[in-house]
Each structure stands twice: as C-alpha cells, then as structure tokens.
C-alpha cells in the first residue's frame, strides 16, 4: 500500500495523512495489529499508537482482543491473544442513488465499505424531469434512517446514464431526456440534512465499485460496460478512473455498427431493441420472459440471443483496439444474457479480432444488480478516507456528526 506523503507538511496535515492511511490499511486488510499498522503506514509503533488513540476517541476504530476481531484474517498466534486494531462499521455511512431510466436503485454502506441495506423500484425515468426523478429517490434512500442517525451520514453519491463532467454537471443524459444540469446541486436542495455530494455517470460508477470490493480489477487496465436500455462505459487503470480529456472516455454505446440499421451499438442492442425485436414473436415478453426463454433454447429467443451475441463482440474488438483492456467486466440487467452466449461471443471474437491482438478476459460481474448505486456510495467512502475529509483534521476530529461539507 502506497503511503501519502507531503513534504514539508504541517504537523496538523501530517497527521491527516496518518489518519488516512490508518483508515485505508484497516479497510483493505481488516483488522491488523499496532506494529502491523505501522509497517503498513511505514512508521514506528509508538507514531501508530498516537494516531489509533486519536481514531478511538473520533469512535472511528477500536480496539479488540485477537480472537473476537470481526472477519479477522489475521493468523493465530501462540499464547496470549493480542489486541488489534479495527474499522467501527457503523460510526457513519454512505448512501449511493441510481437513477436509471426503469428503475431507482439506493444502497447503503457502512465504514467496512459493505451494503447495509438497498433497495429497487421501479421509476419511469423517460416520463420524469430531473426534479420529480431526484425527489424520489432522496426520499426512498432515506425513508427507513432516523433523522438522528443524519449526524452518521458521511456523504451521498448519485448516478444516471448520461454525460457529465468531473464536478457532476451533465451535459447531456439522452435516454432520460436531461441536459444542462447541476445534478449536485439539485441534489442538496431535496436532502434532509447537509451532506457532502458527489455525481457520476452510471457506468463510471459501476467500475468505481467493482474496483472498490474486488482488488484484482484495480491491476492493470479494466474495461466496465453496463448494459441496460443505454450501454455506457468505463475504463480504470491501476486502480484509478480514466475520464478522458472531456469525460466521456468509455462511450461506448455510440460506437456505429456495420448494419446500418442501427444508428450506433447502443440502439443495436441495449433493453429497448431486445424487447422491441422479441415481442413480434412474444407480444407480452419483458426481459426475464426473454432471459428465461434462451435458457429453455427457444428457438426464437436463440436466434436473437446469436445476433446479440455478435453485436458484442463486435464491440469487444473495437474496445480492444483503442484501449487494450486487460478485461472486461458486464454488469446490467441485459448482460445476463452473457454467460448463457459466452462460447458464441468467444466465437465471434475470434473470427474478428486480428490474430496480434490479444483477447481480454470477459467477466459477468453477478453482483452487479446494485452496481452503480454502490459504487456512487463507493465514491463518497472513498472522499471520506482521504485528505479531501476535514473529519481527519485535528480540530474536527472529535465529532463525526459536525462534519458534513
């Protein structure tokens, strides 16, 4: 783990930095001794006490016998339990929205950056304005928190599928049909408390979060494609979001298609094109209906599920050439089908991808239902175990509740 550095620093942002690297080592390790800490952290044991008692008494970590450490991976030791270090889940949270064009999805987490819970209703995005649609989804996010568990609430993060740029303000979301918006902005003005917020594109997120929970997609170069009624992209490289020079690297939905029937691969095989193909042979068919039917090798449903396939790995190769991920990674409703067609995308794959370029490693990410959502919680974490959190100064320390920015 990479530990922050200022040179010159203050004393006050020295012991930010320790603050931080302290929270960050905790989440990503679990809970780990003082001299564990301090290796981690390069520096002494005596340093590493300091800065835990000062975590303690902010009641953000705590201190635990060895053998009742939460999900502790740490390895027996001969004698005596030792004490350990550990993250205290609920001192605050952080709630995640998406706003997708059928469905609000909200999830919240916890210090130890798990769901404590989450929730999925339908919304008919394409018949809301932005006001009706934010309105929502505040009040489901927060319809089972006490207002006296507010103080707790450490930031909240909101995602659509549209184009934005770094401080949230969407130039264009087509599918929903909004376009120059403060989305930030909006947001605060329906919360019921004063909380940090963040906004990002649906697909963006997606990555966020996945590199968030699952490490090994933070190595390298990772491809994340959401496929819903829109198809949105993102990239993350060692870790970090790759935006672009205006934010809109990963749109990969506007790609064209060699059928020129299609205006781009978005219309080519997102939600809306399944369901509007299919229903001429099932007039009553939703997306489980049509899911269910490949799974049962209706023929019908096979066919179109070949077709799908095809488009995909279209877009797997030209995703390939610009960017030379070293996977890809499909979340959504619509890339369920995916497992159900793998050898067939492989198959197309190779027929198309030139025998110089390797093929990425293709993953259906199976937790993805909540995936944008938590990772728009992820971002607000993410704020919170950094220098950007003035909870982590000296002067603030002492009381989460009063920290909200």
């Known amino acids: 783990m990479t530990r922050v550095t200022f040179p010159n620093s203050s004393p006050r942002r020295i012991r930010q930095s320790n603050a931080v690297a302290t929270l960050n080592a905790l989440h990503r390790f679990g809970p780990l001794s003082r001299a564990e800490l301090a290796r981690h952290m390069g520096v002494n044991r005596s340093s590493a006490g300091n800065i835990v008692l000062e975590l303690v008494e902010a009641g953000l970590v705590r201190e635990v016998p060895e053998n009742e450490a939460a999900n ?56 809301s304005g932005p006001e009706e649609a934010v309105r929502t989804a505040i009040d489901q996010a927060f319809s089972e928190i006490g207002k006296h568990d507010l103080t707790r609430c450490q930031g909240l993060g909101i995602t659509v599928p549209g184009q934005m740029d770094r401080n949230g303000f969407i130039h264009v979301a087509p599918i929903l049909g909004w376009r120059n918006l403060d989305l930030p902005a909006l947001t605060r003005t329906f919360l019921p408390a004063e909380v940090p917020v963040s906004a990002e594109n649906d697909a963006n997120a997606f990555g966020i979060g996945t590199t968030y929970s699952q490490h090994e997609a933070a190595n390298g170069v990772t491809f994340f494609m959401v496929i819903e009624t829109g198809v949105g992209g993102g990239i993350v490289i060692d870790g970090k979001l790759f935006r ?56 019908e449903a096979v066919q179109f599920a070949e077709e ?98």
Not at 91 to 113: K, M, N, R, S
Not at 256 to 281: H, M, P, V, W
């Open 244 to 299: 672009g020079g205006n934010g809109l690297a990963g749109e990969v939905g506007h790609l064209k298609t060699r059928n020129s029937e299609y205006r781009n691969l978005e219309q080519a095989f997102g939600r809306d094109r399944i369901l509007s193909s299919y229903r001429q042979f099932d007039p009553d068919a939703d997306l489980d209906a049509f899911l269910s039917d490949v799974r049962d090798r209706v023929p």
């Open 308 to 405: 799908w396939s095809s488009l995909l790995a279209f877009a797997v190769v030209q995703i390939s050439r610009l960017i030379d991920p070293n996977r890809i990674v499909l979340g959504g409703s619509v890339a369920e089908l995916y497992p159900m067609v793998a050898a067939r995308v492989d198959a197309h794959i190779r027929d198309l991808q030139a025998a110089t370029f390797p093929i990425p490693e293709i993953i259906f990410d199976e937790n993805a239902a909540y995936g944008s959502a938590f990772g728009a919680a992820c971002m607000m974490h993410q704020r919170f175990v950094s220098l950007d959190n003035q909870l982590l100064n000296k002067d603030a320390v002492s009381d989460p509740g009063n920290s909200a920015a």
């Open 72 to 127: 502790s991976a740490a390895q027996p030791r001969a004698g005596r339990p030792g004490i350990l270090v550990e993250l205290v889940p609920d001192a605050v949270f952080f709630v995640g929205i998406e706003i997708g064009v059928e469905h609000i999805t909200c999830v919240e987490i916890d210090l130890a950056g798990k769901i404590v819970r989450s929730s999925t209703r339908r919304f008919e995005g394409r018949n």
